[in-house]
């Protein structure tokens, strides 16, 4: 089955530090889609990356990175110069093809806790 | 971006009770998923509601517990039914960006319930 692991449970930085979470991930489908979310302690869910299994490179998009590599099974997000605001819940999320009658789903990793202290 | 909101925002509930959750979207969508976040844990999946076919159950969930409808392609309630401390979590829908699963979900700002 499609699973999602985030080793890293609760991450403290100070601002201004770079800081990685990482993402690992297993399936047997070859087309597939990875996904960011942010949880902050508001509790909404927002949207921050899409990538699909064909397309390698590297995404920047203002302090934000991802790496993508397919030979390890990882996509790895980076906060360059962290804010006090970047404090959240990060998941990291699979879509698959559920096994009940072939509908499609998001598969969750259990999320990073990061807390960026001033 | 679809805008999702959710009734109620909270509710404190006691044991044996039931609670119906709403969600509203404002676009007509064929898809809608329904998550529960248990405290300080991830997302997972409760069902998946399309309109105009029965709701398809994740494994660990049944339609008895986690009833669920899907009258018209904006709209969808999930009940919890016959509740217990360990429902106590925050329950989400989401819809994903027109084209499918495979773009991003737009999720609603979540259900905090609370079952005494």
């Known amino acids: 089955a499609q699973k999602v692991t985030q080793a890293q449970t609760e991450i403290s930085v100070v601002e201004k530090e770079d800081v990685t979470l990482d993402c690992v991930y297993e399936?047997?489908?070859?087309?597939?889609?990875l996904f960011w979310y942010k949880q902050p302690p508001s509790g909404e869910l927002v949207f921050l990356i899409r990538?699909?299994?064909?397309?390698?490179q590297n995404e920047i998009s203002g302090r934000y990175s991802w790496n993508f590599q397919k030979s390890t099974s990882s996509f790895n997000f980076t906060i360059t110069a962290s804010q006090v605001v970047d404090s959240a819940v990060y998941f990291c999320a699979l879509s698959e093809m559920s096994g009940q009658g072939g509908s499609e789903k998001l598969v969750f990793g259990k999320g990073t806790k990061l807390t960026v202290n001033p | 971006s679809a805008v999702i909101s959710q009734k109620p925002s909270r509710d404190i509930c006691q044991r044996g009770t039931s609670l119906t959750i709403q969600c509203q979207v404002d676009?007509?969508?064929?898809?809608m998923f329904w998550y529960r976040q248990q405290p300080g844990q991830s997302l997972t999946l409760i069902a998946t509601a399309n309109q105009g076919s029965e709701a398809t159950y994740e494994s660990g969930f049944v339609i008895d517990k986690f009833p669920i409808s899907r009258p018209n392609l904006t709209f969808s309630t999930l009940t919890v039914s016959n509740m217990s401390p360990e429902d106590s979590s925050i329950y989400l829908c989401s819809v994903p960006r027109a084209g499918g699963i495979y773009n991003e979900q737009f999720f609603g700002p979540g259900t905090r319930l609370t079952v005494l």
């Open positions: 399936t047997r489908d070859t087309t597939y889609y």
């Open positions: 990538r699909n299994s064909f397309d390698e």
């Open positions: 676009s007509q969508v064929t898809m």
